[in-house]
């Protein structure tokens, strides 16, 4: 699992909201020495292929997206605090407090500003405060500020990944760079494992805005089928247990009308048959995940689903599980493998 850990705490230091993934160049680094092809689209997702060397192959597209939640600067005040709307996807009740980092002509680190509980007058403690009625302290004044930062820079959370106790790791931005070093991984292993596929890995661009990098792959690249790996709400001490997964339990595998039946059942029985830990997350309508974009490519495209559970979502401190990461590993490669292979373990 070391390896996991290293891929995703490093992805994890870099900063790549939704709009902005060029700017997470460690993955292009961490994947080409195993890919037979790299290449960036113009929607701005990255690509990397490993090809079957079976005549006649089918291609698989394997999905993780590698855009974070953020926010936008939109002006600069005479104190220099940083006035910002959000960019997809946080909480605003999270924000005071917060530690962040504003992607300037240099990066800064900054932070929501909050009054202290003593200067709170009794009126005002239970507010729920608006994003465009906070601000962002980054210790310049307003002339420095203007010159370092500009309307338009985006803003994302900043915290440090550590270790926790049974395997388990707390950081931002695991929604979905957990899934990323999931693929990492499954690329790097595919150099010694014979893949049944041409495989597409597809970093994707702007899941958390509204997923037009997922479909834009999935139309130029035309697979056959398609695994979107992302993440699903672990069960928390604020999550009721139906509305969760849990962690260290293996990946939640998706049942929605959205994915394709035979290729679920087909997941479903890999993990069986491999002694591989997984569960099950039914969903009524839509997954809320890249799999809606890429099922409506061009004629359309077979998708399946696998989540790895994720406590706290969209905020600087999400836990995850290294051995969910290994299991859903395990589980994409076994069923990608050349049926002639060797098991994977």
């Known amino acids: ?61 394997l999905d993780a997206h590698a855009d974070e939640v953020g926010l936008v600067v939109t002006g600069i ?58 601000v962002i302290d980054i210790g310049f004044d307003a002339k420095t500020a203007r010159e370092l930062v500009k309307v338009g820079d985006f803003i994302t959370l900043r915290s440090t990944c550590t270790d926790l106790q049974n395997g388990l790791v707390l950081g931002k931005s695991f929604d979905n760079r957990a899934s990323c070093a999931v693929l990492v991984r499954v690329l790097s292993m595919l150099c010694s494992v014979r893949p049944r596929y041409d495989v597409y890995i597809v970093f994707s661009a702007a899941e958390e805005f509204n997923g037009y990098g997922a479909h834009t792959a999935a139309y130029n690249i035309e697979p056959h089928s398609a695994i979107v790996v992302d993440t699903t709400f672990g069960i928390s001490p604020y999550t009721d247990s139906y509305k969760g997964k849990e962690l260290s339990k293996g990946c ?24 591989i830990p997984y569960q ?5 309508g839509r997954t809320g995940t890249n799999a809606d974009n890429i099922v409506s490519a061009r004629d359309g495209v077979p998708c399946t689903l696998l ?24 589980l994409i490669l076994s069923y990608i493998e050349y049926r002639g292979g060797n098991r994977i373990e």
């Not at 960019?87 to 500003?113: E, F, M, Q």
């Not at 989540?307 to 051995?323: F, K, N, Q, T």
């Open 1 to 61: 699992m070391e390896n996991l850990k290293n891929y995703l705490f490093e992805l994890c230091s870099e900063y790549a909201p939704s709009g902005r993934e060029e700017l997470l160049t460690c993955l292009e680094r961490l994947v080409r020495p195993s890919a037979d092809k790299l290449y960036r689209d113009r929607a701005g997702n990255l690509v990397a292929v490993k090809y079957s060397k079976i005549p006649g192959a089918e291609k698989i597209m």
């Open 280 to 284: 099950i997350e039914v969903m009524s």
């Open 307 to 330: 989540s790895l559970p994720l406590r706290y979502m969209h905020s600087a401190g999400e836990i995850v599980s290294l051995h969910d990461m290994k299991n859903a590993v395990r």
């Open 252 to 275: 939640a595998v998706g049942i929605s009308p959205l994915l394709d039946t035979h290729m679920t059942e087909s997941i479903i029985g890999t993990a069986r048959a491999h002694s």
């Open 77 to 134: 005040d005479d104190n220099g605090f940083i006035h910002f709307a959000n960019h997809c996807g946080i909480d605003d009740k999270i924000l005071p407090s917060s530690y962040v980092t504003v992607l300037a002509s240099r990066n800064l680190t900054g932070v929501v500003a909050t009054l202290p509980p003593h200067l709170l007058k009794d009126a005002d403690s239970d507010k729920k405060i608006k994003a465009k009625d906070m």
